[in-house]
Every structure is written in structure tokens, then in C-alpha cells.
């Protein structure tokens, strides 16, 4: 026994439950395939929605911007990390957003733990959607502030918990992921804006998944619901849709502003590189200018889900791309994962508990604009084939 036992045996521990989750190193870009342990596998795993990532014009500005710029920030943005790229990209940003201006992050984890404990303190309440993403849950931690959990996608429980809570808090926050990662279902925010004035709460949402998938060129969930100007914080990512790397939050210039003084992201972690700065801002102008790659990615979503019902799978309750084939059994689940990776030359990882509920267990598929149909068609009937031999289907 040394002092540091106690890692190996939470490792094996980890490893005796079956949660343990090896990690694959990938031998080429991200695309539709990818190279891993020398293999060729179709790659249903990233959240490359639009294939930014190893998009010729994306790669080309962040290039340029390092031949320009460097390749690091250099200090954190009060000090002397604020580059003329971070301010254009933020005006980007927000006016792509219609919102009043926008700070960026070095990620969305980040974004969402430094600004929530911003927005509220010890004094005040949040209500928090219960499989929001763990960046925002870490975030009401940090806030100290008190917390009331509502029921997934529930309105009712929401009001239920407004009107027990409410008092409790000077100011109080509604927060919700917009497009939920695990599920692929969308938060009712209409109603939800609503209940945040109706209640005085401001109101938070978490776009991660909506932007570049929903709304008018990929503008995101507030958009697609004509939200504009009745949700005062919208958060969002630039690794998933947007192929990079970094996070920001969009709202009032006074909002902004604030952060700048007191997020603790922005003020002692160094900014965001120049080329992943300049990447997004490719990245975005490429949305504003064609959205035929997010017609696309619908349009192979729509066949994927389809063609999987067909087979006899249980796509759940999907509104988006995001495609959970809900296989429930955990053990039956890593079992089809290997196989489709063995024998099938598929990347599709199985998504076990903690991650999502016991007795939820599922592989959740991706599909991007980079998928042909072929590759789409591909997946299904390796599907077909690994879930019989499973006696899924
Ligand atoms: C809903 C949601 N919020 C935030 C994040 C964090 O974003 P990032 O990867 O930029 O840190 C993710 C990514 O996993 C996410 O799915």
C-alpha cells in the first residue's frame, strides 16, 4: 500500500463495474471515416455536424491567421490576450445570433462554469433542467446559488417549481440545454421564455447542439423558434457544428460587459488561439453563405432514422440528428459497439450509465453532411446484421 494506491483501485473498480471506457486515438482528420489502429472505420461519433472540421476554406483561414498571428493568445484577454480576431469574431457572433454582442471562451465547458456563477450568487435561485449537460450543472455549483431540479422537457413541473421556489431567490435563472445531447429532443423554450417572465426569471439556454442544425442558416434554437429578444442568454460552442474549438455566451452589451470584470474563464485562463479564432469566423460565414450542408445533414438523419425503424430499432424520441438506437441493456449495448467496430468497421460508441439512466442504455449515432447515403445505408445494415445476431431485432 502506498498513498497513491487508492488510484488503482478506483481504476479497477471503475473497470469490475464495466464503466470503464477505453479511449481510441485516431490516425487521420474527422470525416465521414477515419483511420484508428491503422484501420478504416465510418465514423458515427463525432459531432462534426457539417464537416467544418476538415473543411479546405476553414483550414486555409486558420493557416493564414497562424502564418499572421502565432499560434498561441499569448496571456489571458484582460492582460494582453485580446486580439482584433477575438473582437471581430465576437461581432460575428452576435450578429449572427441577433443578439446584442457576445463574449467568446476557450470552450463551452467553460463558458457555461464561468458564467453562470456570474448571472447568480448564494442569494439566488436556479432552475435546472435535470439532463442538462454537466458543464452547466458544475456551473450552478460554482454559483452557490440554490437549485431546483424540473422533470425533462416537463413545462408543468417547471411552473410546479416557480411557484414553490420562487420567493426563495432575489434573482432567479432558468437554465436548459436547448438540444439535448443524449436524446437528440429539444427543450420547449416558448413556453419556457414564457414562465421566465411570467415568474421574473431570466432565462438561459444551452445551444451546443442547435447551432448549425437548427434555425435559418444554422442560426440555432432561438431562432428556430422566433425567440429573438425573449431569451437573455444564449450559450453555444464552437466544436461541434462550427469544426473547432472554443465557447461563447450572447446577450445584452451590459451582460457582456460584466462578464469581462468577473467570469473567471476570461480572466485567468489565456484566450483562445488566432487560428481557431479564425477558423470559426470561416466557419460562420460559410452558414451565413450556403445552408445546402445542413439540408444535407437533415437529409441523411431523416434516412439513418428511417431506415433504422424499418430494421426494427427504437430511434427514441429524436427531433434532430442526433440518433440514439435505444438498445437499453448495458452489457448488450458494449456487445454491439465491439462488434460493429470488429467485424462491421464502425465507429458508433455505446452511451451506458452514469452517462444516461440505468436501463437506458444506447449507441448514439451522429450523422454530418459529410455522410454519403452509401455510408448512411452502410451503417443500417451493419446495424441489421450485428442486432440480430444479438437477437435485438
Ligand atoms: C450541451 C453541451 N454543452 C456544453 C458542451 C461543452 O462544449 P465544449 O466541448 O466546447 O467544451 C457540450 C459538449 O460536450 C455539450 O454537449
Redesign the pocket.
Known amino acids: 500500500m502506498t498513498k497513491l494506491s487508492w488510484i488503482s483501485e478506483e481504476i479497477q473498480a471503475l473497470k469490475d463495474a464495466g464503466r470503464y471506457v477505453p479511449i481510441r486515438a485516431l490516425q487521420s482528420s474527422q470525416g465521414a471515416w477515419v483511420t484508428i489502429e491503422g484501420k478504416k472505420v465510418l465514423n458515427l461519433c463525432s459531432n462534426n455536424y457539417l464537416g467544418y472540421a476538415n473543411h479546405p476554406e476553414v483550414k486555409k483561414a486558420a493557416v493564414d491567421a497562424i502564418e499572421r498571428l502565432g499560434v498561441g493568445a499569448g496571456a489571458v484577454r484582460s492582460i494582453a490576450g485580446t486580439n482584433e480576431l477575438h473582437l471581430r469574431l465576437e461581432e460575428k457572433v452576435a450578429k449572427f445570433k441577433h443578439m446584442g454582442a457576445c463574449l467568446t471562451f476557450q470552450?463551452?465547458?467553460?463558458a457555461?462554469s464561468g458564467t453562470l456563477p456570474v448571472l447568480v450568487g448564494k442569494d439566488d435561485i436556479v432552475f435546472s433542467e435535470e439532463l442538462n449537460?454537466a458543464?452547466i450543472i458544475d456551473g450552478v455549483r460554482l454559483s452557490s446559488a440554490k437549485r431546483a431540479v424540473y422533470k425533462h422537457l416537463d413545462t408543468a413541473d417547471l411552473r410546479e417549481q416557480l411557484v414553490q421556489h420562487r420567493k426563495e431567490g432575489k434573482r432567479a435563472l432558468i437554465v436548459t440545454?436547448g438540444v439535448f445531447?443524449m436524446d437528440g429532443d429539444i427543450a420547449p423554450l416558448p413556453e419556457i421564455a414564457e414562465l421566465g417572465t411570467e415568474f421574473d426569471a431570466m432565462v438561459y439556454v444551452?445551444d451546443?447542439?442547435g447551432e448549425g442544425v437548427l434555425g435559418d442558416h444554422g442560426r440555432g434554437i432561438v431562432d428556430h423558434f422566433h425567440l429573438t429578444g425573449k431569451v437573455d442568454v444564449e450559450m453555444g460552442?464552437?466544436?461541434k457544428a462550427i469544426g473547432s474549438m472554443?465557447?461563447f455566451v450572447a446577450g445584452t452589451s451590459e451582460l457582456v460587459d460584466l462578464l469581462k470584470q468577473r467570469a473567471r474563464p476570461f480572466l485567468f485562463s489565456s484566450a483562445l488561439n488566432p487560428g481557431d479564432a479564425a477558423a470559426v469566423l470561416k466557419s460562420i460565414e460559410l452558414m451565413e453563405k450556403d445552408d445546402s450542408p445542413i439540408k444535407k445533414l437533415w437529409e441523411n438523419s431523416a434516412t439513418l432514422k428511417d431506415e433504422l425503424r424499418k430494421a426494427g430499432f427504437d430511434t427514441g424520441n429524436s427531433k434532430t440528428p442526433i440518433t440514439p438506437v435505444m438498445t437499453k441493456d448495458e452489457k448488450k449495448t458494449v456487445e454491439l459497439s465491439r462488434m460493429l467496430y470488429e467485424q462491421e468497421k464502425i465507429l458508433a460508441s455505446p452511451i451506458v450509465y452514469p452517462t444516461v439512466a440505468q436501463g437506458t442504455a444506447r449507441i448514439r449515432l451522429m450523422p454530418s453532411a459529410v455522410h454519403s447515403r452509401d455510408d448512411i445505408m452502410f451503417a443500417v445494415d451493419a446495424f441489421k446484421r450485428s442486432g440480430s445476431r444479438l437477437g435485438m431485432v
Open positions: 470552450g463551452g465547458l467553460l457555461n449537460h458543464s440545454d445531447s444551452d451546443a447542439h460552442t464552437f466544436s472554443g465557447g
